[in-house]
């Protein structure tokens, strides 16, 4: 079947813009996982969604970010008033269940924020 | 406390040379489970192995092996007769039963030159 989708690939956007990042999970999983990867950098946890549960945000940076679930399958990452350190790799992944399942991974959206 | 230690930050061996990537962790809970991802050039992560806590048999896929060692909270990752396709960065991570949060090392870049 089909893998994690996320687009956009690519997105530059002027400080102060509003950005959406969207996620397509692997149907049946339960978990959604959204992670930010700076240039060299290792993997850095934002949000996690399991099923109808609420989401732990403990990882957003700041209050300008934010994530939903849409119907338990479609995410939507949003990062209100963009700031130059937000220019990252944003990955999204699922996987089947939480913990005990290996997560599969998108192909990221790259965003640089001038 | 759950910790991931990746100690290698690069490695380079030529074509045809053994290269084992150490991961190193640390986990109060007797239950939990460990992964390996690569992460091509290309940058999407691709899953490569679990193992659970009470698993400690070493497997070995192709040219790939990984050995899981308790005593010394170790799950190494040897690459056997590297090739330049092998070149990528490798991410080990830790995920503990009851939590949903992974823990992912640092990565170690691994250069493979022909």
């Known amino acids: 079947g089909a893998g994690v989708s996320q687009s956009p690939s690519n997105k530059v956007t002027e400080k102060g813009k509003d950005v959406e990042l969207r996620c397509d999970p692997i149907?049946?999983?339960?978990?959604l996982y959204w992670y930010r990867q700076s240039l060299g950098q290792g993997l850095e946890f934002l949000i996690y969604?399991?099923?109808?549960?609420?989401?732990?945000k403990s990882g957003l940076p700041s209050d300008r970010f934010s994530a939903e679930r849409t119907g338990g399958s479609v995410s939507t990452l949003t990062i209100q008033r963009t700031q130059q350190e937000d220019s990252a790799v944003y990955l999204c992944?699922?996987?089947?269940?939480?913990?005990?399942?290996?997560?599969?991974f998108g192909p990221g959206t790259r965003l640089t924020v001038t | 406390a759950q910790k991931v230690t990746q100690a290698q930050t690069e490695i380079s061996v030529v074509e045809k040379e053994d290269v084992t990537l150490d991961c190193v962790y640390e986990?109060?809970?007797?239950?939990?489970?460990l992964f390996w991802y690569k992460q091509p050039p290309s940058g999407e992560l691709v899953f490569l192995i679990r193992r659970n806590s009470f698993d400690e048999q070493n497997e070995i896929s192709g040219r790939y092996s990984w050995n899981f060692q308790k005593s010394t909270s170790s799950f190494n990752f040897t690459i056997t007769a590297s090739q330049v396709v092998d070149s990528a960065v490798y991410f080990c991570?830790?995920?503990?039963?009851?939590?949903?949060?992974?823990?992912f090392g640092t990565g170690t870049r691994l250069k493979v030159l022909a």
């Open positions: 986990t109060r809970d007797t239950t939990y489970y």
């Open positions: 969604f399991q099923g109808n549960s609420a989401p732990d």
């Open positions: 992944a699922s996987s089947f269940d939480s913990y005990s399942y290996e997560q599969y």
């Open positions: 149907s049946g999983h339960t978990a």
């Open positions: 991570a830790l995920s503990e039963a009851g939590t949903y949060k992974y823990i």
